[in-house]
């Protein structure tokens, strides 16, 4: 399975992004597809994911401001993030997790930038 970002920049706070992961090679019928960030001297933690049959997660922080949906045709995961803050910047990492993370994938990371 290959994962393929894009969609980061540079942003001033309060603007929008959008952040796009296709997905190749993958044969699972049932996975969990996410976003990741990881900030300079932080762990890295779950921004937001969603299961092959819809259901969504987020994380507290991006609750509101961030919408994840994919498109089954296009094998393809979007981050809507709004209202950008400063402390949204970070490395987004695209994430496929199958078979009770028996199996999981990262794809390479896009810079998010929020400047205040």
């Known amino acids: 399975v290959q994962l393929q970002a894009c969609g980061g920049g540079l942003v001033q706070a309060g603007g929008s992004l959008r952040l796009s992961c296709v997905a190749s090679g993958s044969t699972f019928a049932t996975y969990i597809m996410g976003w990741y960030r990881q900030a300079p001297g932080k762990q890295r933690e779950l921004v937001a994911d969603?299961?092959?049959?819809?259901?969504?997660n987020y994380a507290d922080s991006v609750q509101g401001r961030f919408t994840i949906s994919k498109d089954n045709a296009k094998d393809t995961v979007y981050l809507q993030m709004n209202s950008l803050q400063p402390e949204d910047t970070a490395v987004y990492l695209c994430n496929l997790r199958a078979w009770s993370d028996e199996y999981v994938f990262w794809g390479q990371g896009t810079q998010v930038t929020v400047s205040s």
């Open positions: 969603i299961s092959s049959g819809g259901s969504a």
